[in-house]
């Protein structure tokens, strides 16, 4: 940004502070491969894709769900050839991709080497951690996989829907398997699932991830519908335009009590963790306030290049839209490229965009928001149009929650400075919305030890005062 005029926005309030920067206009987009299908050795209550087996009523032992030689090296190629880009990266997922044992992903990187004519690839492994041992983690640290660890907080948090297929708890064994993570230095992130119960427990799930080591955080909220009766694919959770009668499932997290979740571990994040502890959704949000489009999916004007692949080939959409209706076709069949550049998936992207409701696009947070994912669209807007994102009341409570501070820091971005200085600008808030006054050569109320001129007072009013001298 240096050396370019950065025009401020002022038509309102939430609007971004900077305009938007030009999308890049090469080709990219990511695959979700799921080369044991939905296939899983736990039984997670809120799992929307553990059904995804009715989809496949032939593949009826393990070994039918594993993905065959011939189209995981179909697949590796074809990916590989249709990135264009210097690194290209790959993304495993289940279902419980270690239940396909090492030697399959030995096997994984000698085809992406074969492939790769000389260019890097990275491989990022989505898993429940419970048989993760020293085989598997060496065998992550040698090849420099980033593990994406499931877990959704402490004990009694995380066993309350994360059992086994004996409904026994899980917590152990997967703390386990982050221990032997960290003995192996593999790098590592934890996905955890927000839902009805551990919603209501926002600084116990966020300082417990804090305590086992996790930097980089992600927080999912779980939404899905339940038909009354299965359709004609024998899914019981549904598509948003499910005609038929379903309700929200017991397990969903509700609205504002994800807008409290993640503005109760922003508010701590905020006064002291910036720049130690990262969670996605907060780096997400402040790209939309530097007006850049957003890197995560959901929140992105349009959608459609984040595809999933099943394990005979099959690609779909995107994972949360593994429906028939949503199949693409299959990459022994067609080329991987021709079906993500489809009509049928391109119109798929741009109806996240289309089928936007004008109740969405009034709204004053709509450049972070974009109407969130289509699959949780499936409400009205108060004037009776369909399409509302059912976590709407959830974002609008957040997305205004944080606005001064995403300002700060984009700000602080601006002006080529640290947007971590928004720690030390939020006590100062804090003391003064309390009433506080305070000398500036007198100990900074923050407790950071220094002056109050040389600390908090440095930002106030967004960094315009100076600390001066005394």
Not at 61 to 89: F, G, H
Request: hydrophobic share 35%; with cysteine; charged share 25%.
């Amino acid at each position: 940004m240096a050396g370019k005029d950065i025009l401020m926005k002022k038509e309102h309030d939430l609007n971004p502070v900077m305009e938007p920067v030009a999308n890049d206009l090469k080709t990219v987009f990511h695959v979700m491969t799921k080369p044991i299908g939905p296939l899983c050795n736990l039984d997670c209550t809120y799992c929307f894709y553990l059904e995804k087996e009715n989809l496949y009523p032939q593949a009826q032992k393990r070994a039918a769900w594993s993905m065959q030689d011939d189209v995981l090296e179909t697949y590796i190629r074809q990916y590989i050839e249709s990135q264009d880009t210097p690194v290209i990266s790959f993304a495993w997922q289940g279902g419980e991709p270690t239940l396909l044992g090492v030697e399959y992903f030995q096997k994984v990187v000698a085809l992406q080497k074969k492939y790769a004519d000389g260019r890097k690839v990275e491989n990022a492994f989505q898993t429940n951690g419970v048989i993760l041992d020293d085989t598997w983690c060496a065998f992550f640290a040698e090849h420099n996989f980033l593990i994406g660890l499931s877990i959704d907080g402490p004990r009694t948090l995380h066993d309350r829907y994360r059992v086994d297929k004996g409904g026994q708890p899980t917590f152990d064994r997967v703390i386990q398997g982050l221990s032997c993570l960290k003995k192996h230095d593999v790098a590592f992130n934890t996905l955890t699932v927000v839902q009805r119960h551990n919603g209501d427990y926002a600084l116990e799930v966020y300082r417990f991830l804090k305590e086992i080591g996790s930097g980089f955080m992600q927080f999912i909220p779980i939404v899905e519908r339940v038909a009354t009766e299965p359709g004609l694919d024998h899914l019981s959770l549904v598509s948003p335009d499910f005609a038929d009668e379903a309700v929200v499932s017991e397990w969903s997290v509700e609205p504002e009590q994800y807008g409290r979740f993640l503005c109760t571990i922003f508010d701590e994040w905020v006064r002291n963790d910036v720049g130690q502890y990262f969670v996605q959704l907060f780096d997400v949000a402040l790209e939309s306030w530097i007006g850049r489009q957003p890197g995560l999916c959901v929140f992105r004007e349009t959608c459609g290049d984040a595809l999933a692949l099943e394990h005979n080939g099959d690609l779909y959409s995107c994972d949360h839209f593994v429906y028939p209706a949503n199949k693409l076709g299959n990459i022994m069949d067609k080329p991987l490229l021709s079906m993500t550049h489809s009509f049928q998936q391109q119109s798929f992207g741009a109806a996240k965009q289309d089928t936007l409701p004008d109740y969405c696009r009034r709204c004053d947070v709509r450049f972070a928001c974009n109407g969130e994912c289509p699959k949780k669209r499936f409400m009205k807007t108060p004037d009776g149009e369909a399409g509302l994102n059912y976590l709407c009341a959830g974002y609008k409570m957040f997305f205004k929650h944080i606005d001064p501070y995403m300002r700060f820091m984009a700000d602080q971005l601006y002006r080529r400075r640290a947007p971590a200085d928004v720690m030390a600008w939020s006590r100062w808030q804090d003391f003064h919305a309390s009433g506080g006054r305070i000398g500036r050569n007198k100990p900074c109320p923050c407790g950071s030890g220094r002056k109050y001129k040389a600390c908090c007072g440095a930002f106030r009013n967004g960094g315009d005062q100076s600390a001066g001298s005394a």
